[in-house]
């Protein structure tokens, strides 16, 4: 099954988000999404969610538009977890997790052993069991975060989009949650800030500028110095090291910002 | 590790266990419910026995043939059981549509008046009893209830452009109650006697004095349905913990939703407003007490709070009539005055638990 965008555009009002992205997810991989803050990002995230219909062009679902398989069956394979989503609402770990199996239980089809065996096993792929009579409320940012994405798990999805899951955690953090979700047998989408983070663990890369998909292809082939001065406004060495992992290194003074301090100098 | 499964064998006997223990809850909460409704009509200013109440019950539902006063006998079937059953269907439809409101708006100060009906019923109301509106065809509670209709339309054509979001909902309910509510203080200031402003400010603090039978037939099915429909919604509900996108990305139909249950609760309330007046606080406190006994999955949440509005308003109902000799306070006085010390208790105690 795979994840399609045809010519997607997408309107907030009457303002242009993103126009004519194509963009086409293999089933198992590891897709990053990358781009300045404001380049349409998690506009292109919830599209493909299929949370938003796109103004133009097509959403697809293996070879279905996506308005054609209806929310429920959407919400079966394709799991997201939005940047930051918190509750006021007292609620266990398990009960968020079990949030997960909304779209397969109705009147007729209640909540079962099986919906809880199921909950139990995306507890454990975030390695998250033994906190699973925790409250919501006491939970660290990381460990909220692990339980958004047992939550898309207990969702079966064939797809998991992550609209930048490691915001707010510290470093030891993101790498743990980008290192689980890579191991996971999923295919993965997700809007990443860290380039460096995009260049360990993505399979390939989509890199977007200003609402348009400018590129896509192997961290090697993105993530150039040329890309980072044109789309993010940076200068920067890329290393490859004898694994053909890229590595970045940014310069400092160079991003534009610094003027003042020039002129100080001066 | 994540395949789909397809059997169920040994999650129907759990699901019928859960049934059972479901049906068994339910029980004791309508014995509870008959209870202190039987309360509320054997207390007043004439105090009648208990005993006689449920001869009095029974002659009237299966011809059990006991004798009974008929003075008691019609105080009690066409006076107080009436009420009560009206405050019980009432105080259930304003908790109901709290919890909804709170649900779906992500805000626990949202209540049930928010959808700018109590005030739009105020108006609806005035403009019958003091301008005439309707040229006497037109009774106060159908006034009330029209009233309610324009100031909910009126709130929900704000919210549609102005982006369908729970912000939008609420600061467009927050705009149309001022508009109402300021269009009520006209009317009142410029023709009302002294007389009439005090009779409307009794209105609007809510009044069960003139509920008979007509208005149980017309509050229990609103009551009961409304409960039915939101109860079908109840996992929906609870995918909105999170937010709109993530009940979306969870395979909820969040507009279809948002539509059918807020047009719910806007019908609950303002057929109950417009049978008693707009009794406050129900709405607003009665879930919050819910969710402290029974936490927040709506599967639950929704007939307790149901259940507890309902046996508080039969409550209050008697405190209003018997706290005062010989005069009857506002219903709403005593919800207020009741509720909140109540509310501020489980608030502190439920911060301490925390």
Redesign the interface.
């Known amino acids: 099954m795979t994840l399609e965008l045809r010519n997607v555009g997408w309107n907030a009002g009457f303002k242009k988000i993103i126009s004519d992205v194509s963009l086409r997810v293999a089933p198992g991989e590891f897709l990053g999404l990358i781009g300045p803050n404001g380049s349409g990002k998690t506009s292109m995230m919830?599209v493909l969610?299929g949370?938003r219909a796109p103004s133009r062009g097509q959403a697809m679902l293996g070879d279905q538009p996506m308005k054609q398989i209806g929310?429920?069956?959407?919400?079966?394979q394709?799991?997201?977890v939005?940047q930051q989503?918190?509750?006021?609402?007292?609620?266990t770990v398990r009960?968020?997790v079990g949030?997960?199996r909304?779209?397969y239980?109705?009147?007729l089809?209640?909540?079962?052993?099986?919906?809880s065996?199921?909950v139990d096993?995306a507890l454990g792929?975030v390695e998250m069991r033994d906190m699973a009579d925790r409250m919501w409320h006491t939970l660290s940012g990381g460990e909220k975060q692990r339980v958004?994405i047992a939550r898309?798990?207990a969702?079966?999805p064939d797809f998991l989009l992550l609209d930048e899951p490691t915001n707010h955690l510290d470093i030891h953090h993101q790498l743990g949650l980008l290192e689980l979700v890579r191991a996971l047998?999923?295919t993965v989408v997700a809007a990443l800030h860290d380039l460096n983070h995009a260049a360990m663990f993505c399979d390939r890369i989509a890199m977007m500028d200003r609402g348009k998909l400018i590129a896509v292809g192997t961290p090697e082939q993105i993530l150039t110095s040329q890309n980072l001065r044109d789309v993010f406004g940076v200068a920067a060495d890329i290393e490859i090291d004898d694994q053909g992992r890229c590595h970045i290194r940014y310069h400092v003074g160079t991003s534009g910002h610094t003027g003042i301090k020039k002129d100080r100098v001066a | 590790m994540f395949e789909k499964t397809q059997d169920q064998s040994p999650a129907k006997s759990r699901a019928g266990r859960a049934y059972l223990g479901r049906i068994g809850a339910t029980g004791v909460a309508l014995v509870l419910l008959v209870g202190v409704i039987a309360i509320a009509a054997a207390k007043g200013e004439t105090h009648i026995p208990l005993g006689t109440v449920l001869q009095t019950i029974a002659n009237h539902l299966w011809q059990a043939g006991y004798d009974v006063d008929p003075i008691d006998s019609g105080i009690i079937w066409n006076y107080r059981i009436s009420r009560a059953l009206v405050a019980a269907a009432c105080g259930a439809s304003l908790a109901l549509s709290g919890a909804v409101l709170q649900a779906l708006l992500r805000n626990s100060l949202a209540d049930p008046y928010l959808l700018g009906i109590s005030a739009g019923a105020s108006t609806g109301a005035v403009s019958v009893a003091i301008l005439g509106f309707g040229a006497g065809m037109v009774s106060l509670s159908l006034g009330a209830f029209l009233g309610a209709l324009v100031a909910f339309g009126f709130v929900a054509l704000l919210a549609i452009p102005a982006g369908r979001g729970p912000a939008a909902i609420i600061l467009a309910g927050v705009a149309g109650s001022q508009l109402f509510n300021a269009l009520t203080s006209f009317i009142v200031t410029k023709a009302a006697t002294a007389d009439e402003a005090r009779g409307i400010m009794f209105w609007l603090l809510g009044n069960l004095s003139g509920v008979r039978w007509p208005d149980v037939y017309l509050a229990l099915p609103v009551a009961l349905g409304g409960l039915l429909v939101c109860l079908w919604h109840a996992r929906s509900l609870d995918a909105f913990t999170f937010g709109v996108e993530s009940a979306a990305s969870l395979g909820v139909p969040v507009r279809r939703v948002y539509a059918v249950l807020i047009a719910v609760a806007a019908m609950m309330t303002a057929v109950m407003v417009s049978i008693v007046g707009s009794i406050g606080f129900v709405g607003l406190v009665i879930p919050h007490a819910a969710r402290f006994f029974v936490g927040t999955r709506h599967g639950i949440l929704l007939p307790v709070s149901a259940l507890i509005g309902a046996v508080f308003l039969v409550l209050a109902d008697v405190v209003s009539r018997i706290i005062l000799d010989g005069q009857v306070l506002p219903i709403g006085v005593i919800t207020a005055l009741i509720g909140a010390p109540a509310f501020a208790l489980i608030l502190c105690h439920g911060r301490v638990l925390r």
């Open positions: 919830s969610a949370i929310r429920r069956n959407l919400a079966r394709i799991g997201f939005e989503a918190d509750t006021i609402d007292r609620i009960e968020a949030l997960g909304t779209p239980l109705s009147l089809t209640p909540w079962s052993e099986d919906d065996e199921i096993q792929s958004h898309a798990l969702q079966q047998p999923v």
